[in-house]
C-alpha cells in the first residue's frame, strides 16, 4: 500500500513548541490529505512520534539523534574513559553535563553541541493536542478510542520528561510554587508568552492526561503492540507518577494492576550471552521507544563509561554484570566495564541487525515501584518480597539469598536495587533529584594526550544545577524563565 502522507494546513508551533514542523509534516506528496478518521491519526502519530521517536537527525545523514544522550552521564554512574589507544576522543561533547556547567551545551572549545530534549518534548506535546483536537470530529469507535489513548499518553510522558529536567524537583510541601515548564494546549501558532507553571500544575496535567488516557484504554481494549503506548505499559508509568508525587497508595495501587496484569521477568540465569537484554524475547517488555544507540559509550572513542561507584554496588553471582554480564560487561582490552543493555560490545556497530529494542517501560519497575512504596507505609516485609522476586532473576541459583530486614534499613535496600535494576535506563537522575539531589563528583582528564592529569568537579547537595537550564536556542526567542546555574570550576 502506497505510504500516505500527510499535509496538516496550519503553522507549526515554532516559538516554544519546535523549531519547524517536522519532515513528516513538511514532505509534499501527490496524495497530501487532511486527516480525517482514526486510521489518518493513527499513521500521523505513528509518522510523528513512534517512527522518529529519537528525533531526526540535524546533520543531514538521515540518522536519528539520541535526544538527551547526557541524561545518564550527569549521574553518578558514569565515569569518563580515555587511554592510549583509543581512536578518537567525543568526551568532550558531554563535558559541560558531565562537569554541571552553568551553559551545559558549551565544550571547552566554546562549541555549541545543541540540547534538542525541550524542542522535541515540547514538539510531542504539539502532534499531541493536534491529534486530540482532530479527534473530537472523528465518530466513536475502539479504533478512535485507541488513537486518543495514545495521544495522552504522548502528552504525559512528554510532559513528565519536561518537568524533570527544566523544572525544579517536586516536594509536595513546595510543589504548588516550585517552578515547573510551561503548559501548552495550542495546535496552532499565537503570539503568546509562556510562563512557567507550577510543579503541582504540570503534574495535574500529567495525571488528568493518565485518568483520560485509561478511560480511552477501556474502550479500545489496551492497544495490542508494545511499539505504541499501550494499557500494561500506561499503568507501570502511572506508578511511576505516583511514586514521584509521594502517592503511596496509588503507586502501590497502579504497580499492582500491572503486574497482576504482566507477571513476568526475564530470568538472567537463562540469558544468552550473545543476545540483548532489550530485544524480542524480553518477556518483561510492555513499550519501547527511542534509539539504542548512544555514541557517547562506545570502546572505540575517549568516552563514558559504567563508573566504579556503580559497579561495586553488584555482589558476587549478579548476573547483571562481570565478563558475562548482561547489563554491564567487564571489557579485559580496556580493564574497564561497559554498558551493554542495549548491545553486546563484540557487535556494536551491527546491533540493529540482532533484533535491539530502544528504551522500553517493563514490568520489573512496577515490583520496584510498589516496593518503595510499601516501604514508605511501613509495609517492610511486602517490599522485601518485591525486591527478593526481582533478584531472584537476577542472581546465579547458588548465590542468591533472599534479603531480610537484617540486611539493613528496607529504603537503602530498595534505593540500591533500583540503581542496580535500572542503570542506564534514563532514570537515575530523576531518582537523584527525587531523593534529595546528593553530593556527586567526577573525575575529568583535561589535556588531550594527557591520560594521567585529572581534576574533580562536584555537583553539591542540593545544587541548583540538579535543574538544567533552557537550551540556549529556546533562550533566544522565547521570555520563559530561565534557572540560573553556577558557573563550575574544578575543586581539586
Avoid at 496524495?31 to 486510521?39: E, N, T, W, Y
Avoid at 554512574?77 to 589507544?85: A, F, I, P, Q, T
Avoid at 504522548?154 to 503548559?183: H, Q, S, W
Avoid at 530561565?482 to 570550576?489: A, C, F, G, L, N
Wanted: net charge negative; charged share 25%; hydrophobic share 35%.
Amino acid at each position: 500500500m502506497k505510504k500516505r502522507i500527510y499535509h496538516i494546513v496550519l503553522t507549526c508551533a515554532a516559538l516554544l513548541m519546535s523549531v519547524g514542523c517536522s519532515n513528516f509534516l513538511e514532505e509534499i506528496s501527490s496524495d497530501q490529505i487532511v486527516p480525517k478518521s482514526a486510521k489518518d491519526y493513527s499513521e500521523f502519530l505513528y509518522g510523528e512520534i513512534y517512527y522518529n521517536w529519537g528525533n531526526v537527525s540535524q546533520d543531514g545523514t538521515g540518522g536519528v539523534d539520541y535526544i538527551h544522550p547526557w541524561l545518564d552521564i550527569m549521574t553518578d554512574d558514569y565515569s569518563e574513559y580515555y587511554e592510549d589507544g583509543i581512536w578518537g576522543d567525543n568526551r568532550m561533547d558531554l563535558f559541560g553535563y558531565y562537569t554541571w556547567q552553568a551553559d551545559p551545551e558549551l565544550t571547552p572549545d566554546n562549541v555549541r553541541i545543541g540540547d534538542i530534549a525541550w524542542e522535541t518534548y515540547y514538539h510531542h506535546i504539539l502532534i499531541a493536542n493536534i491529534t486530540l483536537d482532530g479527534m473530537a470530529k472523528v465518530a466513536e469507535s475502539p479504533e478512535a478510542a485507541q488513537v486518543r489513548a495514545e495521544a495522552y499518553m504522548i502528552r504525559a510522558y512528554a510532559y513528565f520528561m519536561l518537568v524533570n529536567l527544566y523544572g525544579e524537583p517536586y516536594d509536595p510541601a513546595t510543589a504548588d510554587r516550585a517552578k515547573g515548564i510551561p503548559l501548552n494546549d495550542m495546535i496552532g501558532a499565537e503570539n503568546r508568552k509562556f510562563q512557567r507553571a507550577s510543579v503541582a500544575a504540570v503534574y495535574k496535567q500529567i495525571t488528568d492526561d493518565l485518568a483520560r488516557a485509561f478511560e480511552c484504554f477501556e474502550v479500545s481494549g489496551g492497544g495490542t503492540t508494545l511499539f505504541r503506548w499501550n494499557a500494561a505499559a500506561a499503568t507501570v508509568f502511572a506508578s511511576r507518577v505516583a511514586l514521584f508525587m509521594q502517592d503511596w497508595e496509588g503507586t502501590i495501587r497502579y504497580a499492582t494492576a500491572a503486574w497482576e496484569d504482566n507477571p513476568a521477568l526475564s530470568d538472567l540465569k537463562e540469558q544468552d550471552i550473545a543476545t540483548f537484554f532489550f530485544d524480542k524475547a524480553n518477556p518483561e517488555i510492555l513499550f519501547t521507544f527511542g534509539p539504542a544507540d548512544n555514541p557517547y559509550i562506545r570502546t572505540d572513542y575517549g568516552t563514558y563509561f559504567a563508573s566504579d561507584d556503580l559497579v561495586q554496588t553488584f555482589e558476587t553471582g549478579d548476573l547483571r554484570t562481570g565478563e558475562s554480564g548482561v547489563f554491564i560487561r567487564y571489557l579485559e582490552d580496556y580493564d574497564s566495564y561497559l554498558e551493554c543493555k542495549y548491545f553486546n560490545s563484540e557487535w556494536y556497530f551491527d546491533f540493529a541487525d540482532r533484533n535491539v529494542y530502544g528504551h522500553a517501560i517493563r514490568t520489573a519497575e512496577a515490583l520496584m515501584n510498589r516496593a518503595e512504596a510499601y516501604a514508605h507505609t511501613n509495609e517492610t516485609q511486602k517490599a522485601l518480597d518485591d525486591i527478593n522476586n526481582l533478584r531472584r532473576n537476577r542472581f546465579t541459583a547458588e548465590d542468591y539469598t533472599p534479603l531480610t530486614a537484617a540486611n539493613g534499613d528496607i529504603l537503602t535496600l530498595i534505593k540500591q536495587e533500583r540503581r542496580r535494576e535500572f542503570c542506564f535506563e534514563q532514570m537515575r537522575w530523576f531518582d537523584l533529584r527525587r531523593w534529595g539531589c546528593p553530593r556527586i563528583e567526577h573525575v575529568f582528564s583535561p589535556i588531550e594526550d594527557d591520560y594521567n592529569t585529572h581534576v574533580t568537579y562536584v555537583l553539591e547537595e542540593n545544587d541548583p544545577a540538579y535543574t538544567l537550564p533552557l537550551p540556549y536556542a529556546v533562550k533566544q526567542y522565547d521570555t520563559v524563565e530561565d534557572i540560573v546555574r553556577p558557573q563550575r570550576s574544578p575543586v581539586k
